[in-house]
């Protein structure tokens, strides 16, 4: 079974960046979506961005303009550049494929902390 996996979360300071990582530890074929999502403590997971296999982007309203979302389709390779973080963006940052066959694929995802 593929499974995702996540890097680059971790502390930084408001204000601050992180760049997030997500790469398959198998091969997955023709991806149609790649996002972002993100669950603090108590919340819903929510979407934190998206990009489509053609390059179109959707964000949410909450990281428009700090946060960049960015896909390298011959590695299946996705980032999320976090820039001006703020502490409401602390939570667990999960990274999903979802195929034109209609699978979908999530990581365990990772950590970040917002906090001075």
């Known amino acids: 079974q593929v499974q995702l996996v996540e890097s680059g979360g971790g502390l930084v300071q408001p204000g601050g960046s992180l760049r997030l990582s997500c790469v398959p530890s198998?091969?997955?074929?023709?991806?149609?979506?790649m996002g972002w999502y993100r669950q603090a403590p108590g919340n819903q997971r929510e979407l934190v961005a998206r990009?489509?296999?053609?390059?179109?982007?959707n964000y949410a309203d909450s990281v428009t303009g700090r946060f960049t979302i960015s896909r390298d389709n011959a590695k299946n390779t996705m980032y999320l550049q976090m820039n001006s973080l703020k502490p409401e963006d602390t939570a667990v940052y999960y990274c999903?494929?979802?195929?034109?066959?209609?699978?979908?694929?999530w990581g365990q995802g990772t950590q970040v902390t917002v906090s001075s």
């Open positions: 990009i489509r296999s053609d390059g179109v982007t």
């Open positions: 999903n494929f979802a195929t034109f066959l209609g699978n979908n694929y």
């Open positions: 198998g091969s997955i074929f023709r991806i149609y979506y």
